[in-house]
T-cell receptor, first 115, second 111 residues
Framework: DQQVKQNSPSLSVQEGRISILNCDYT??????FLWYKKYPAEGPTFLIS?????DKNEDGRFTVFLNKSAKHLSLHIVPSQPGDSAVYFC??????????????FGKGTLLTVNP | SQTIHQWPATLVQPVGSPLSLECTVE??????LYWYRQAAGRGLQLLFY??????ISSEVPQNLSASRPQDRQFILSSKKLLLSDSGFYLC??????????FGPGTRLLVL
């Protein structure tokens, strides 16, 4: 049972436009959400996170929106740049799960930003 | 600052051979440590995690095992590799928070 779903395997956008990456979750115990960016043959790097007590968090060109009632979050990248081309992973954690801080990842979305 | 190392970077092993991948973290104490695998075209699957020396939790029954002989050392092992063990293995750490920090990964190809 996949608890974190990224239903779009890939997304292609033009440089300068907005990229919107989507993520859905099924486990209502999840209360902290993260986005990671991954280049081929490298480890994922942390981008941005959001707690369930918020509905928006912004860091530079990156904004994450959380809709708890819909169990949906999205990552907006504005403006998109060719260097943003990578696989983006959504991850979720249940803080009530104790100190193991386990993350559940989606399968990722490959973003391609065309010059 | 904290850094995480994994080695080797790439490994090609025959079916049935043993495996040992090592992960070490510098610049922090008492980290939680994690092993993930990314199979071709798939997401990140949590294999093992450890909250302290000698404490290992397995997430998925499989052909692999993990050990934590020292506070900042995490080892992934197998006695006999299977073809299905091929993938990209990632080690990650965290201290007191959900944000995990990943190493550079090891690409394993079992032939």
């Amino acid at each position: 049972d996949q608890q974190v779903k990224q239903n779009s395997p890939s997304l292609s956008v033009q440089e300068g436009r907005i990229s919107i990456l989507n993520c859905d979750y099924t486990n209502s115990m999840f209360d902290y959400f993260l986005w990671y960016k991954k280049y081929p043959a490298e480890g994922p790097t942390f981008l941005i996170s959001i707690s369930s007590i918020k509905d928006k968090n912004e860091d530079g060109r990156f904004t994450v929106f959380l809709n708890k009632s819909a169990k949906h979050l999205s990552l907006h990248i504005v403006p998109s740049q060719p260097g943003d081309s990578a696989v983006y992973f959504c991850a979720a954690s249940a803080r009530s799960g104790g100190s193991n801080y386990k993350l559940t990842f989606g399968k990722g979305t490959l973003l391609t930003v065309n010059p | 600052s904290q850094t995480i190392h994994q080695w080797p970077a790439t490994l090609v092993q025959p079916v049935g051979s043993p495996l040992s991948l090592e992960c070490t973290v510098e610049g922090t104490s008492n980290p939680n440590l994690y092993w993930y695998r990314q199979a071709a075209g798939r997401g990140l699957q949590l294999l093992f995690y450890s909250v302290g020396i000698g404490q290992i939790s397995s997430e998925v029954p499989q052909n692999l095992s993990a050990s934590r002989p020292q506070d900042r050392q995490f080892i992934l092992s197998s006695k006999k590799l299977l073809l299905s063990d091929s993938g990209f293995y990632l080690c990650a750490w965290t201290v007191g928070q959900e944000t995990q920090y990943f190493g550079p990964g090891t690409r394993l190809l079992v032939l």
